[in-house]
């Protein structure tokens, strides 16, 4: 059964692990001004926990699904699905990835479709999967911590990296994590700390003080706005929440036939692409496909910020319509 009617319903598949305090300020930074945004698009916004989905395939036809007791149809309801895995979200990211792929098996339209949220998930998997594109990589090693951390099984993977060396969580985001190791010694401490929580680790260079971090808003395939980062004082990194400081330049010329290239192997109609300037020359450094627009400082940048986000949903509906319509037809 198929409907020209657009969707209605924008669904956000997101962990509830975090604390009052955090849920408290990713209300106020992005889910309010999300789902007033959603409705002038003609979308009802809300988020749900991944253990909220029930599907029923008993029948002979297609299952039904349920999203906090609710019935939801491919053909009402866009399902945000990207895989959230911080610290505080870990022992969810089994639920979400069986849910994930349940839903794509039921038809729904996922604009971040599960495969491309696992790649984009892993610095290092992101790497492998954009190993063409024309700005250069940072270089990357990925090791593993955990319990037999200990025996340096992972020092044969370094030979080609020379210290100082950034170490980052290797699926974590917002800059947490990420510490400086100038030495084997600090190395081995950190990747110590990392084993302690099962968490992998990559290593890259340090590219020095005050790199710049731009971030590409990219919609359907092409860069919409621009986001540069800069650090404040010794920060490691330039999120806000370390003190980052924000402008929106125009998209950088030399970052053009990245974001085709980018666009063209994750073809979803939203993502965020973060390069890295060291003075000299960009590193392409991650991408993320629910990449935020939120924590505006003025009101100022908050103008700026929602053409971005209305520019998103209305992205997904037309995916959505086109999704259904290619449905209807091959039925």
Same mark, same amino acid.
């Given at each position: 059964m198929t409907s020209s009617t657009p969707a209605s319903r924008l669904c956000w598949i997101y962990p509830d692990r975090g604390t009052v305090r955090q849920r408290s300020a990713e209300a106020a930074a992005i889910w309010t001004t999300y789902t007033e945004i959603a409705a002038d698009c003609?979308? %009802?916004? *809300?988020? +749900?926990?991944?253990? =909220? !989905?029930?599907?029923?395939?008993?029948?002979?036809?297609?299952?039904?699904?349920?999203?906090?007791?609710?019935?939801?149809?491919?053909?009402?309801?866009?399902?945000?699905?990207?895989?959230?895995?911080?610290?505080?979200?870990?022992?969810?990211?089994?639920?979400?990835?069986?849910?994930?792929?349940?839903?794509?098996?039921?038809?729904?339209?996922l604009p971040i479709h599960p495969r491309m949220s696992y790649i984009t998930t892993d610095?290092?998997?992101?790497?492998?999967?954009?190993?063409?594109?024309?700005?250069?990589?940072?270089?990357?090693?990925?090791?593993?911590?955990?319990?037999? %951390?200990? *025996?340096? +099984?992972?020092?044969? =993977? !370094?030979?080609?990296?020379?210290?100082?060396?950034?170490?980052?969580?290797?699926?974590?985001?917002?800059?947490?994590?990420?510490?400086?190791?100038?030495?084997?010694?600090?190395?081995?401490?950190?990747v110590g700390l990392a084993g302690g929580a099962d968490t992998a680790l990559v290593l890259q260079p340090y590219l020095g003080k005050g790199v710049n971090d731009f971030r590409v808003y990219v919609i359907d395939g092409k860069a919409h706005t621009v986001l540069q980062r800069i650090p404040q004082g010794a920060s490691l990194t330039a999120n806000l929440v370390n003190g980052g400081r924000l402008e929106y330049p125009p998209l950088?010329?030399?970052?053009?036939?990245?974001?085709?290239?980018?666009?063209?192997?994750?073809?979803?109609?939203?993502f965020a692409a973060d390069f890295l300037w060291d003075g000299e020359q960009f590193w392409l450094s991650e991408v993320e496909p629910d990449g935020a627009v939120g924590y505006a400082q003025t009101e100022e940048i908050a103008k700026i910020q929602r053409p971005v986000i209305e520019a998103r949903f209305r992205a997904y509906l037309a995916a959505h319509a086109e999704w259904i319509s290619r449905a209807g037809a091959s039925a």
């Open positions: 003609g979308l %009802a916004m *809300s988020l +749900h926990k991944s253990e =909220a !989905l029930a599907v029923d395939a008993t029948g002979p036809g297609e299952p039904r699904v349920f999203l906090d007791g609710e019935r939801i149809t491919p053909q009402d309801t866009i399902l945000i699905t990207s895989l959230w895995s911080l610290p505080h979200q870990v022992s969810e990211v089994c639920n979400q990835l069986f849910a994930y792929s349940i839903v794509e098996q039921a038809g729904f339209y610095k290092m998997a992101t790497m492998l999967y954009l190993r063409d594109c024309p700005v250069q990589r940072v270089p990357t090693v990925r090791i593993g911590s955990g319990r037999d %951390a200990i *025996s340096r +099984h992972y020092e044969p =993977a !370094l030979e080609n990296l020379e210290y100082p060396l950034m170490v980052k969580p290797a699926y974590w985001g917002m800059g947490i994590g990420v510490c400086l190791a100038h030495d084997e010694h600090e190395l081995r401490g950190l950088p010329k030399e970052l053009e036939s990245s974001i085709d290239y980018i666009a063209e192997r994750l073809r979803m109609p939203y």
